[in-house]
């Protein structure tokens, strides 16, 4: 029976979109009452903040210091809090250190700030970028050796917050492995900058440049935004700083993610904000949340008088704007304060470990060597290196070098510090702490390796067509396994889907996607015109599969048929009748056998399945009394295959979304995910080599059709998998390309061997796994030769065959002919 429509499977889509988006629902929570109340709340939190923010003056916030520690009035720097604060100082230490060694200073002789002219034309000014790299667990500072855990009071530390979890084992961004790897994407997109003009006396406490913008112009700094869109600065690099005087100071943002193996997905993710020295290369950067006012006393995690003071105007300056913003905010809608928390739980803010991050750019390497021209000419050359990633104009540029940075990372709630790993503590081949690509690069190489993507995809489009004419007849395209045609087309449906929304999304990108979605389609369409093809000719197949089991349920129910139903009574006004039982009705009858004198001519090519299949098929299609059901055997080869088309999208969807869930999954979980769907796809010519031996077939596909499918569509995998630097950022892995390519390698021995030895050369017949096929090359013995048997053409001729219609059958010899049938010539070839 035809399959029924794809209403069931469009209803289950429907409920799994509406479960998906439920799923992440980011209202607010339902105890949260008052919008209007709750608003007010935040502004005032966001004023108080500020202010602590706005009178702070450097070493007012001293807690490592045993005889006189002092705190501030921020959540989170609060005595009460409970934070490990007794680390920050070895915090410092560790940033001073970084710093030092990035300038080539290796005592304390030479650390004031005129070193910092050093680094001058030898780094990046712009960090916009992800580096990635690994991390060890800095052990220094400690409180008698070890890490101390302690218990947090969260009601204390953050009063008015419903959380919904307390246990401090529960919290997550919490990192408890040895190692890890780490990965910083750097934003310095649409930020402020701020040149601090820094003199022998500072900015006296509560004096601000941040009150108002009339008294920010009275004071000597100079202020600049900066617009940038999709990543690329409109800025002439030229401006900067004296590096005697001034300090250049730069707001930036940064997606921070550590992992370790005890984190689930691509590991802990946060989202930090802070500050960035061009010049000097120095990024200090924090998480803010409900129980960390992080933003807001980030000043206080630098190492000195000069870089407190040009962070804390920077940010001064950011929050204040902010803080305007959300007042004109919170008089259109008051619920535009009140976005959820991060990370929650039932709709309630999750306690999570805080962190605070300090990099260090590293001199750039040309070649493998350092640069250390210190000239003002090698200034002007990294600037205009610069300028031509971000405003291409064809100018000559030596290769490209890397984004790298040295990190340290403290958790002062959680107690744990973390360094990149790299010299001089580790060796090189440990690390070279973090190494990436600036986000013109980074961009650039995407873009280049969908072109890419786009020829191996336009490749397999063009070998498919070369496929398709070859299988011209029904027997030739009877022989190819529907099933790895599937495959086929679903990778490349996959592609389009893909690439479709990110040349939809991704504007930076968007010509190199929208050209490789655009080769994706080819490959489909023609996919789809071949699959069609296929379904329809091995139709006849399927309806003698279904004759066949209908046959056999008919035998199975005859050999146990139902129980005798006793005739139910009925009580009438007359009395009681016994309805009598229901006749037998003719369709029970058996079948009768129409293919027996079904004539069977052998093709050109030998194929002699297809073309009973055929026959066969022709033969139950004769039109009886009545035309309906011929007209539905007609059409149902075309229409059978339109509720495929639903499931074919379906299974699409399933395998994005569950593509998309697996980023959240634990790694050993993800990584199995992704082998497994690898190394199905990667089974394609398995259905084939079944299909050989099903229809005895020796050859179905083109020696380069296979060999060509085979190679493109290993391709991809052999970037990810064997090139560390891809564009995803995933883990190499040359087994896993060893294997699959391996795997490949033996499904094509399998064909080959298939075509050379016979399609059944290594199943053996006693099993019973498939029906005997016609032998067309017999071997021939010696001993068969005086058998006596005769070859084809002398053996007894049925009289009233199609053929010889006026003979009967007879065993005379030649001799005995009658003179009447001497049109007939027999030879004798024995």
Known sequence: MPPQRGDVSLIFFVIMVLWWIASNDTGLPSNLGDSQNTAEEQLAHNRHVFGVLNTTSYGDFTPEDSDEPSYLNLTGFKAEDGYKWERLSAFKERSDELRKWARGVQDGSNSDREGGRGLEGRIYTNVTGVVRGNWARYMSGLVGGKERRSGFNLSVIAPGVAWALTDEELWTRNVTGREGKVMLRLDEAAVEEMIVQVTKEHVTEGESSAKTEEETSKREATIEKRDISDGIERVDLGIGANPGTDILVREIAATLTVQDESSSGDGHEMRMHGVHWPNEGGVLLTTTSDKFAGAFGLPHFTTDEDHFTSSAEIMKKICYRRLQKLEESAKENPKSLLEPNSGQIDGLPTPHCEYILFAQVLPLKFNGLEYDDRSPKAHNFVQELENELRFPNGAPIPQ????????????????????????????????????????????????????????????????????????????????????????????????????????????????????????????????????????????????????????????????????????????????????????????QAPPRNTSQNVPIIVPSDQDVDAEIAENVNATFAVPRPTGTPAVVQQSRVTSDITPYYGQFILLLTVILLLSIMSTTWPVPIRTAYVYLCSFTYMSLWVPQIKRNITRNCRKALLWRFVIVQSLLRLSPFAYFFLYEDNFLFSESSWTAMMVLTGWVWCQLVALYSQEVLGPRWAIPKRFGWYKEGWDYHPVLREDNVESGGLPIGLVKVPLGSPTTPGFEETDMSVDERDNSKAGIRTVDYS
């Not at 299988?471 to 045609?485: E, F, K, L």
């Not at 009925?570 to 016994?578: C, F, H, L, P």
């Open 400 to 587: 490209v070098p890397k984004l790298q940075l040295s990190t340290i990372i403290f958790s002062p709630d959680c107690g744990f510090m973390l360094e990149s790993k790299g010299p001089p503590e580790f060796a090189p081949v440990d690390g070279e702490h973090l190494i990436g690509l600036k986000q013109e690069v980074w961009l650039e190489t995407i873009r280049s390796w969908l072109l890419v993507f786009a020829a191996v995809a336009l490749g397999q489009a063009l070998i498919l067509k070369d496929q398709c004419k070859e299988a011209s007849t029904p027997s030739t395209v009877g022989r190819v396994s529907i099933h790895t045609v599937a495959m086929m087309l679903l990778a490349d449906g996959l592609l389009f889907f893909t690439m479709s929304l990110a040349s939809a999304t991704l504007s930076s990108i968007f010509p190199s996607a929208l050209l490789t979605s655009f080769a994706g389609l080819m490959s489909v369409a023609l996919g789809v015109r071949f699959l069609v093809n296929i379904y329809g000719v091995q139709e006849p197949e399927r309806l003698e599969q279904e004759r066949a089991q209908a046959a056999a349920l008919a035998e199975l129910q005859a050999r146990n048929p139902p129980a005798a139903v006793r005739s139910a009574p009925v009580i009438t006004a007359a009395g009681v009748d016994t309805l009598p039982l229901p006749i037998a009705s003719s369709s």
